[in-house]
């Protein structure tokens, strides 16, 4: 459970740092002193300077970051960034964002040369292949904690007396249950490459947010099919488009129902670094593919996430480039830097209330469920 997390934990890691390398490697490009480039934020615990720049290892384990000469404003000598061209510094603020796609088409490479199990949101559509029922998520004191079922479980069948039904998707598995409360049924289980029989009885009252067996069931089907390696590369290309186009389809859509009135829809809700987390540890549990998919596909959304225009992030930096731009003279150093920290300070308060009121739950939930 904590090697799950941990190595959930540092993949974020990493990934934000390829992020801030994609920053640091285009200002390199265009002659822009970098400071320092940091892994995690201060204090730190170890620095070396290499060139011009110091590498810095941090105690913090939050981030990464890039310290770009002249980025506040106020230099503009020949090596800051102040001092250079606008499409240049647009190119060195995007080299993150593009960082994050770059990535993601890297990690869908990957998953295509190996395939990939993902997770089939309709539970009542067909799909490419034969699909599985599993267990991701088994309630403390539950019947299904009590036999023994894991996170992870393939449910192959379910069986009461005479009656024995083949299992493959989730509505048939909860229709079974529900016809049986409170008699013993028996569940043919497949755990790594093992096959077996749990003998459980479904509660008749069981507790709120809890299903009758305290289990949270997933439907997996093989989506990604193993590709050739010649061809694995362009399909993780075209996946990692496909994947942005459809990204875009629907932060539009939240952005046209929260206008509207409509609300927030109840699945978007949001996850700060605890939940992604989470979401990256239950992701191990199954398997390779699918892991290394939803690295990319986070990939994928914090880069658009980083380009909306809010002050703070990429996309806020480049408004302030096209506006002075549009201006032909940059807006005044102390006005970006106030307005720039203004939206960070709102953006950390609603991380923090993110993380409290969804990443702690869900943590807390991940952590009972593999206890």
């Known amino acids: 459970m904590i090697l799950t997390i941990i190595i959930a934990f540092f993949s974020l ?13 285009l200002a390199k490009k265009f002659g822009v002193k970098v400071e320092e480039f940091g892994i995690g934020y201060p204090p730190r615990i170890f ?6 720049t110091v590498y810095s290892l941090n105690l913090l384990p939050f981030g990464a970051f890039v310290k770009i000469h002249g980025e506040e404003g106020g230099i503009e000598d020949y090596q800051s960034f102040v001092g250079k061209a606008i499409w240049q510094r647009v190119l060195i603020v995007l080299g993150g964002v593009v960082a994050f796609w770059v990535v993601a088409a890297v ?7 190996i395939g990939a199990e993902i997770p089939v949101p309709d539970d009542t559509g067909s799909t490419p292949v034969e699909a599985r029922v599993i267990i991701a998520e088994v309630s403390p004191g539950s019947p299904a904690e009590k036999s023994s079922l894991k996170i992870g479980d393939t449910i ?25 409360k409170g008699q013993e049924i028996t569940l043919t289980v497949k755990r790594d490459g093992e096959i077996f029989d749990v003998a459980l009885t479904p509660r008749l009252d ?18 990604i099919q193993k590709q050739a390696w010649y061809r694995a590369p362009v399909q993780g290309v075209i996946y990692c488009g496909q994947l942005t186009v459809t990204a875009l389809k629907g932060l539009a859509k939240i952005f046209v129902d929260l206008f509207s009135g409509k609300g927030v829809p109840a699945e ?16 191990l549990d199954f398997g390779p593919g699918f892991f290394l998919y939803l ?8 880069a658009i996430s980083n380009l909306l225009p809010i002050p703070a992030l990429d996309g806020g930096k480049l408004v302030f480039l096209l506006i002075e731009k549009i201006r032909s003279k940059p807006i005044s150093p102390k006005v970006e830097q106030n307005i720039t920290m203004t939206f960070f300070i709102l953006l950390i308060v609603f991380s923090i ?4 009121k969804f990443d702690i739950p869900r943590l807390s939930d991940f952590i009972k469920s593999g206890s």
Not at 13 to 25: P, S
Not at 156 to 180: G, Y
Not at 353 to 356: A, G, K, L, N, S
């Open 206 to 223: 069981p507790p709120a947010g809890q299903g009758s067996l305290g289990v949270g069931l997933q439907r997996m089907a093989v989506i």
């Open 268 to 283: 978007a809700t949001p996850a700060g670094p605890l939940g992604i987390t989470v979401f990256l540890a239950k992701a």
């Open 156 to 180: 192959l069948n379910s069986a009461w007396q005479s009656e024995n039904i083949k299992i493959s998707k989730i509505k048939d598995f909860q229709d079974f249950v529900a016809l049986h």
């Open 353 to 356: 209330i993110v993380t409290i």
């Open 107 to 113: 990690l869908f490479t990957i998953v295509f040369a």
């Open 47 to 52: 620095g070396k300077k290499i060139g011009e």
């Open 295 to 302: 690295v990319g596909a986070i990939a994928v959304l914090v």
């Open 13 to 25: 890691i990493i990934l934000v740092t390829l992020h801030e390398f994609g920053h640091f490697i």
